[in-house]
């Protein structure tokens, strides 16, 4: 069967599903036995099917592979999706299934994959990619190896609205090793600027969700990215790699997720505090305070009902000091304290009725007709209440454990010096970022880490922006979970929060693996030389450039903004996403005002969720993890950016590693030092 023919074949058995699929559709809107909710859920999971066939059939596979073992030859197709007849026939591979790892790892001749810990060992007889557009074959190679070939050039040469949708048809050799990581492993991935790391997550994620379906659900993964705008630029993908439910937050919602409040929150500068606040110093002071909490969880009144006397608070507080310290959290304490408090209760039940009874007699002798009323009220409330073993009465009665975790944080930082000795000034007038992991540590220690143990694998983006002590706490949190952590340690543009090395988490916090991606597949070598002469300054390791070749990065001396103005108007036909990226939030504004009168241009601030393309303007810390056709870079000057700054050397480095295609660097007086 040639190539052609091999294509109608397969489009005719995809057409051949989706209308299988709409005839199950029509019987079950019909079908009035089955109860509403559960038609409603099936044919939804059915539109879900075609809707990715239809997608699937515009292009239904990028590559063949063909595997010989012993007198056997397996020709596999391989597609975003997989593809199963109605007689249970592969007709696509999907390329997260074990032997399409030989296409992404092997060159022609003796290979082997692996399936459930057993190895395959054969033969790669051939290898080929194609490209299809629009159910039409346009073109096909055969190679040996995924890089270095003319669809990977195809695929970096296209504009950034979509680039994180193509690349299961280009996945590298050392990517694919970290998307195929055993869920059981914890990674750390260090990627430079533009090796990937966000499309590798992702697909990390499709792939675990895909290979381990049996026994977890996709609502069982997370991702936490830098913020909002990033979480809104990742979302469209997952679905696209028939991966739903998947919780996906930035820090700040992930926090309120977690303490299930929508506290307030003020953007404030990192300083000493911010760094004490996120390193694990901060964690002895917390847990000094969950200590004094402990010492004074039971209030100093015994437990009563409409001032009827139940139980002696001495008891209760006897009960709560016997039991061992070795629970992770007060509210698991609390709760073991409830159950044996119960059972004093229940074997004094019947005398404790006979005193209540007594208790309500006696003022009923003295009570008005209105008031008796009301005391056989409580009178039965009581009773129900002491036959109910005062479950109800016992949860209300402890202090802390039902107080919103932020009021309690405030109230620790009203009282901190008796918490710590360090000679730092630690207050708070505002919740703001440092005070995040503080937060979510305190919950842990109230409350435990029940509610979160059904999360399996976490993915943490740009994760260099976060200190030691968070991932201890995300640790606690997600006790049966394995983490993905993904970043890069040059673009570490908090210094206050930002973690030195990655080695303190394979020391301190977890057992991790750390693996590394230094091949940079986003912008052009001579975008990527010119943003090296950065690393090379900071003695930082550089980022290695492949393939694609492009326009060398323009510097320009300017007066006023009309030189971006016309800039850009002769790059908006040309590019479908331009940034205009300042250092500072003023800058990025002043130069907004000035355009929005004169070409259709929109602001990326913090409180931004979308990005649709066309010019925009923004900061370089918010820049970080996107990434555009064309980068102008405002106000390059030596007094903007620092050279003895290493932060605003970061910014630096990460602006200019946002563009995709073209890089113009612009200055008012006099060009930083170490572009020259």
């Known amino acids: 069967m040639n190539e052609e023919k091999h294509l109608d074949f397969t489009l005719n058995e995809i057409d051949n599903l989706i209308d299988e699929n709409n005839t199950r559709i029509n019987i079950i809107r019909n079908n009035y036995t089955i109860p509403i909710d559960d038609r409603v859920e099936i044919e939804n999971k059915l539109q879900r099917k075609n809707e990715l066939l239809s997608t699937c059939r515009k292009k239904p596979y990028f590559s063949r592979i063909d595997f010989k073992t012993n007198d056997e030859t397996d020709i596999c197709y391989i597609g975003k999706n997989g593809v199963i007849n109605s007689d249970n026939k592969v007709v696509v591979?999907?390329?997260?299934?074990?032997?399409?790892?030989?296409?992404?790892?092997?060159?022609?001749?003796?290979?082997?994959?692996?399936?459930?810990?057993?190895?395959?060992?054969?033969?790669?007889?051939?290898?080929?990619q194609y490209d299809i557009q629009d159910s039409k074959l346009v073109s096909y190679y055969d190679v040996d190896i995924v890089s270095n070939d003319d669809i990977l050039k195809q695929y970096l040469n296209v504009n950034s609205d979509n680039r994180l949708k193509n690349i299961v048809s280009t996945i590298q050799s050392e990517q694919n090793e970290i998307i195929?990581?055993?869920?059981?492993?914890?990674?750390?991935?260090?990627?430079?600027?533009?090796?990937?790391?966000?499309?590798?997550?992702?697909?990390?994620?499709?792939?675990?969700?895909?290979?381990?379906?049996?026994?977890?659900?996709?609502?069982?993964?997370?991702?936490?990215?830098?913020?909002?705008?990033?979480?809104?630029?990742?979302?469209?993908?997952?679905?696209?790699?028939?991966?739903?439910?998947?919780?996906?937050?930035?820090?700040?919602?992930?926090?309120?997720?977690?303490?299930?409040?929508?506290?307030?929150?003020?953007?404030?500068?990192?300083?000493e505090s911010t760094y004490y606040k996120t390193s694990l110093k901060f964690k002895r002071i917390i847990d000094k305070y969950i200590n004094f909490l402990d010492q004074t969880i039971i209030p100093d009144k015994d437990l009563e009902m409409?001032?009827?006397?139940?139980?002696?608070?001495?008891?209760?507080?006897?009960?709560?000091?016997?039991?061992?310290?070795?629970?992770?959290?007060?509210?698991?304490?609390?709760?073991?304290?409830?159950?044996?408090?119960?059972?004093?209760?229940?074997?004094?039940?019947?005398?404790?009725?006979?005193?209540?009874?007594?208790?309500?007699?006696?003022?009923?002798?003295?009570?008005?007709?209105?008031d008796k009323k009301i005391l056989k009220k409580q009178r039965e409330a009581i009773k129900k209440e002491i036959q109910n073993n005062c479950h109800n009465l016992l949860k209300k009665y402890f202090n802390y454990v039902n107080e919103n975790i932020s009021s309690l944080y405030k109230k620790m930082f009203k009282n901190i010096n008796n918490y710590y000795e360090d000679n730092i000034n630690l207050n708070l007038k505002n919740l703001n970022y440092s005070d995040l992991t503080g937060l979510l540590y305190l919950y842990y220690k109230i409350n435990g880490n029940n509610k979160y143990q059904l999360y399996r694998h976490i993915v943490i983006d740009e994760a260099q922006d976060y200190n030691e002590f968070t991932f201890y706490v995300l640790n606690l949190l997600f006790k049966n979970a394995s983490f993905s952590i993904f970043g890069d340690l040059a673009q570490s543009i908090y210094p206050y929060r930002s973690i030195e090395n990655w080695d303190i988490l394979s020391n301190k916090?977890?057992?991790?693996?750390?693996?590394?991606?230094?091949?940079?597949?986003?912008?052009?070598?001579?975008?990527?030389?010119?943003?090296?002469?950065?690393?090379?300054?900071?003695?930082?390791?550089?980022?290695?450039?492949?393939?694609?070749?492009?326009?060398?990065?323009?510097?320009?001396?300017?007066?006023?903004?009309?030189?971006?103005?016309?800039?850009?108007?002769?790059?908006?036909?040309?590019?479908?996403?331009?940034?205009?990226?300042?250092?500072?939030?003023?800058?990025?504004?002043?130069?907004?005002?000035?355009?929005?009168?004169?070409?259709?241009?929109?602001?990326?601030?913090?409180d931004s969720n979308e990005y649709t393309g066309g010019i925009c303007s923004l900061t370089s810390s918010l820049s970080k993890g996107l990434e555009f056709d064309a980068v102008i870079i405002n106000k390059c000057d030596d007094n903007i950016f620092n050279i003895s700054d290493r932060t605003d050397m970061k910014l630096l480095y990460v602006s200019m590693t946002r563009a995709l295609h073209e890089l113009i660097i612009t200055y008012k007086n006099k060009l930083v030092e170490v572009l020259k």
């Open 509 to 606: 916090i977890m057992n991790i693996n750390i693996l590394y991606l230094s091949k940079s597949y986003r912008t052009s070598i001579e975008i990527m030389n010119e943003a090296n002469k950065i690393n090379r300054y900071l003695n930082l390791n550089e980022a290695i450039p492949v393939i694609r070749h492009g326009k060398i990065p323009e510097y320009y001396k300017i007066n006023n903004n009309e030189f971006i103005l016309n800039k850009l108007l002769e790059l908006k036909d040309k590019y479908k996403s331009i940034a205009i990226i300042s250092k500072n939030n003023d800058d990025s504004i002043d130069i907004y005002n000035y355009l929005k009168d004169k070409i259709n241009i929109n602001i990326i601030n913090n």
């Open 93 to 128: 591979v999907d390329w997260r299934a074990p032997i399409s790892s030989v296409y992404y790892d092997s060159n022609i001749g003796k290979t082997s994959y692996t399936v459930n810990d057993d190895i395959v060992e054969g033969e790669l007889l051939l290898k080929r």
């Open 306 to 370: 409409y001032n009827f006397k139940i139980l002696d608070k001495n008891i209760i507080q006897k009960t709560y000091n016997d039991i061992k310290n070795d629970f992770d959290s007060l509210s698991l304490k609390v709760n073991k304290s409830i159950i044996l408090l119960e059972k004093i209760i229940k074997n004094k039940s019947e005398n404790i009725i006979v005193a209540a009874n007594d208790y309500i007699d006696k003022k009923f002798i003295s009570a008005n007709e209105n």
């Open 180 to 271: 195929r990581m055993p869920i059981n492993k914890n990674i750390i991935v260090q990627g430079v600027a533009g090796s990937g790391k966000t499309t590798v997550a992702l697909h990390r994620i499709a792939y675990l969700a895909y290979n381990n379906k049996d026994y977890i659900n996709s609502n069982q993964y997370m991702i936490i990215g830098p913020n909002k705008f990033f979480i809104n630029y990742i979302s469209s993908v997952l679905p696209e790699l028939d991966v739903d439910d998947v919780k996906q937050f930035d820090f700040i919602d992930f926090t309120k997720y977690i303490l299930n409040e929508d506290f307030n929150y003020t953007e404030l500068p990192d300083n």
